[in-house]
């Protein structure tokens, strides 16, 4: 992961990034891959360093922790990312660097697409609500996507912050929500559901 890290950290003139990493499944057993959180670390770090970056995508499947050791570090610096799309399932998030990520989110200023995968982590309500209400002062923003399934300790702050953002920003039009799993009431996906009609989407889809 290192060796990867010092590669990507010379590539100055990058504009596009994709790395996936996941477990391997073997008949009942998974076989969970040597990627430390200390090493994804580096990899942020370098990534970080490309100031030219226009797309980024990282998907980390079934690797533990690697999400607090990679998410503080990308909104570091002034970078160009127009596209993120960040996937860490069953993993945990903790709200010590989910805090550092969303205060600093604003530095991505010309960041437009957003989605995030979580799905059957650890991610606590407090921690979600408050990367919602950042994203909400992302000006550029107009498509989000959001996987939450099975993040079970979802419910009450991130429905209102979600239907906040829904009904405020300016300019928003695509929205995609997986919420299966979580403690999202009846009423509260209602209501996000009642936003589709007062705003003109162009996109918008709740599964639970």
Known sequence: MKALAESIRGLNQLQNLII???AEI???YIR???ITGEATQHLA???????TLNTLQLEFHRCPNVANFTMPYLTRSQLSLTYLDLSFTSTSLEDVALS?????LSRLSKLSMFKLNIQSGSITDDGLSKLIESLTKMEKLSVLELNLQFCDQIANQSAKAIESLLESHPHLTEFKLQCRGTNFTESQIGSIQDIRSKRNFQSFLIEE
């Open 100 to 104: 550092k990520f969303s205060g600093n």
């Open 26 to 28: 073997s008949g009942p």
């Open 32 to 34: 969970f891959p040597m």
């Open 45 to 51: 770090n370098a990534i970080s360093t490309l100031t």
């Open 20 to 22: 996936r990493f996941s």
